[in-house]
């Protein structure tokens, strides 16, 4: 996360100020210590998190205030 600006929703088309992130790694693309980022509303929470999660992908859903400075 880079700058001031409120976090936006990472849902194609929803310009909503992210609440969740959505943290999840493609264990055949991204090394161990990756964590890929989706942020998202709370509308979008769940069908993000439910996305990742069907493939296996999701490592965690947290607050975007609990994001670290590698995760992305
Ligand atoms: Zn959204």
């Known amino acids: 996360?880079?700058?001031?600006?409120?976090?936006?929703?990472?849902?194609?088309?929803?310009r909503r100020a992210a609440t969740s992130a959505v943290v999840w790694r493609n264990?055949?693309?991204h090394a161990p210590?990756?964590?890929k980022v989706w942020l998202a509303c709370a509308e979008h929470r769940q069908?993000?998190?439910d996305f990742v999660s069907a493939r296996g992908f999701?490592?965690?859903v947290i607050?975007?205030?609990a994001?670290?400075?590698h995760d992305g």
């Open 1 to 14: 996360m880079t700058g001031a600006d409120a976090p936006i929703c990472s849902s194609k088309g929803c």
């Open 27 to 29: 264990p055949k693309l």
């Open 67 to 69: 994001l670290g400075p």
């Open 63 to 65: 607050a975007v205030d």
């Open 33 to 35: 210590e990756r964590r």
């Open 47 to 49: 069908p993000l998190s």
């Open 58 to 60: 999701l490592l965690e």
